[in-house]
C-alpha cells in the first residue's frame, strides 16, 4: 500500500512541483490549497505524512498544525513545514506545535525526500512501537498470572488486571501507591524487606508468601522478581509477576499427605516410616527404639463380623498408638494388621512404659462388643555398630512371641 502525503500549499508552482517530486517516487499525493480545506482532508483521509506551508490566504500554518494536534483523529500525523521563514523563533514555534520538521524555501528535491523518508520512517516505528506496547498491555491484562512492577522497595508502578482484581481495587486506584495501601502491616513489612533485599542484590528471587486478597482471605502466591539494571548498573525497578497457588498447592500438599499416610488410618505407612528410619539412624539419636504392633484377632473379627467391623478396629488401636507416644515419635501402619513405632533417643525402660500405656488404654477401648487387644514386642539400638535389621527383627519376635501366648484367650472372647 502506497503511503499518502498530503500537500497544502496555495502557491500553484511550489504545489506542482513537491506534487511532482512526491509521485515520481511512488507517494500518494492529496493536494489542499487552504487551511480549512487541509483540515478537512487530513480528518478524512487519514495521510501518512503533512507538507504544510507556513503562510496560507486564510489562516497561518502554526494555526492549522495547532489543530491538527489538538484533535485524536490527526495528532498522530507528523507535519512538515515548508516556508521562507528562517528565524530560530518560528522554528522553536513550530517545533512547540508538534511538527516534525521545517523546509525552507527555495528547497531542493533531494533535501525534501530525504526528510520524508526519515519522518515516514520515524512514523512506522513510533507506530510500530505503539502497536507492541499495546498487544503487551492487551496480552498482560488478560492472562492469569498477576504482573507489576515495583518503582522503589515499596511504591507500585503500573498494574495488570489480574493484579487489580486479587485486591479488589481499580488499576488507577493501585498504580504509583505504595504497598502500605493494600497490604496488611505485617505483610507490608515483609515485602518491603524482601523489595530492599532484590534491590540490593541485583539478582532474581522466587519465593511464596501468603498475602490476604480484597474478601479478606489469606491467598498463598509464588512470586518471582526480576530487577531491570540500567547502564550504569544500578537496578532502575523491580518487574515482578505473582500467581495464585493456593489449590494448587493445597493439592500438592494433598497429595504429599497420600504418598506418606496410609488411607484407612491417617498414620505414616510402610513408605514413609522406611525414610524416616535412615533419617533417625544415627549415633545422636541413640537409644533408638523400636515397637512391633499386631491387632490380635483381626483375620477371624473380619469373617465372623465384616471387614467394616476389622476397619474399625485398626483405626481405633491407631487412635491408641497416636495418644500414647510422643509428637517426635514415628507412628505407621506397617501393613495389614501390622504397627510399627519409631523412638529417638528412647531407653528400653522408656519403651516398656509407653507398651504398659498402650496397654492401659486398650483395656477401655471396645468395638461392637470386642475388646481391642494388640501383640507388641520391643527392641532398642543402643550401640552405633548394631544393625537396624537385627532391632527390628528381634521387635518382631518378641512381638510373634507374645500373639502366641495370647491368641488362645483372644479366640476364647470371639467364640
Known amino acids: 500500500m502506497k503511503e499518502r502525503l498530503l500537500i497544502v500549499e496555495d502557491d500553484t508552482t511550489n504545489r506542482e512541483l513537491l506534487k511532482y517530486i512526491a509521485q515520481s517516487y511512488g507517494y500518494e499525493t492529496l ?38 494536534k489538538s484533535h485524536n483523529n490527526t495528532k498522530h500525523i507528523p507535519v512538515i513545514f515548508i516556508t ?38 520515524l512514523k512506522a516505528a513510533e507506530e510500530k512501537l505503539k502497536h507492541t506496547v499495546e498487544n503487551q498491555r492487551l496480552l498482560l491484562d488478560h492472562i492469569d498470572p498477576m504482573v507489576w ?24 486506584e ?6 502500605k ?54 537496578v532502575e525497578y523491580l518487574i515482578c509477576s505473582g500467581e495464585d497457588i493456593t489449590e494448587r498447592n493445597q493439592k500438592e500438599e494433598r497429595i504429599r499427605y497420600l504418598t506418606f499416610h496410609d488411607s484407612l488410618t491417617g498414620l505414616y505407612n510402610r513408605t514413609f516410616y522406611e525414610e524416616e528410619l535412615k533419617r533417625l539412624d544415627v549415633k545422636r539419636r541413640l537409644p533408638l527404639s523400636m515397637i512391633s504392633c499386631d491387632v490380635n484377632g483381626l483375620k477371624p473379627i473380619n469373617d465372623q463380623f465384616g471387614h467394616q467391623i476389622g476397619d474399625r478396629m ?45 496397654e492401659k488404654l486398650m483395656e477401655s477401648r471396645i468395638v461392637e462388643s470386642i475388646p481391642l487387644s494388640m501383640a507388641m514386642g520391643a527392641a532398642t539400638k543402643e550401640k552405633e555398630e548394631e544393625e537396624l535389621e537385627d532391632i527390628f527383627k528381634i521387635a518382631e519376635d518378641r512381638m510373634y512371641h507374645n500373639k502366641e501366648n495370647t491368641r488362645e484367650d483372644f479366640q476364647n472372647i470371639l467364640d
Open 84 to 121: 521562507v521563514l528562517a528565524e530560530k523563533k518560528d522554528r522553536v514555534q513550530g517545533l512547540a506545535l508538534g511538527a516534525a520538521d521545517f523546509i525552507t524555501k527555495p528547497f531542493y528535491k533531494e533535501e525534501i525526500l530525504l526528510r520524508i523518508r526519515n519522518h515516514l520512517k
Open 149 to 172: 512492577y515495583m518503582k522503589d522497595a515499596e511504591t507500585l508502578g503500573k498494574v495488570n488486571r489480574s493484579f487489580a482484581k486479587f485486591f479488589q481495587r481499580s488499576k488507577e
Open 314 to 358: 485398626l483405626v481405633e488401636a491407631a487412635k491408641i498408638l497416636r495418644e500414647a507416644t510422643r509428637d517426635e515419635d514415628i507412628v505407621a501402619r506397617w501393613g495389614g494388621d501390622e504397627f510399627m513405632i519409631l523412638l529417638p533417643n528412647t531407653t528400653k525402660e522408656e519403651a516398656s512404659k509407653i507398651i504398659r500405656r498402650i
Open 181 to 234: 495501601e493494600i497490604l496488611l502491616p505485617e505483610e507490608f513489612q515483609e515485602c518491603k524487606e524482601e523489595n530492599e533485599k532484590v534491590f540490593h542484590l541485583k539478582s532474581k528471587t522466587r519465593q511464596r508468601h501468603i498475602y490476604t486478597d480484597g474478601f479478606g482471605e489469606k491467598r498463598l502466591i509464588e512470586i518471582t522478581k526480576v530487577p531491570k539494571i540500567h547502564e550504569q548498573g544500578e
Open 31 to 68: 493536494i489542499a490549497v487552504c487551511g480549512e480545506e487541509a483540515i478537512k482532508m487530513a480528518k478524512e483521509n487519514q495521510p501518512d505524512l503533512i507538507l504544510l506551508d507556513v503562510r496560507l490566504p486564510d489562516k497561518s500554518g502554526f494555526d492549522i498544525c495547532q489543530q491538527l
Open 174 to 179: 493501585l498504580e504509583n501507591t505504595s504497598l
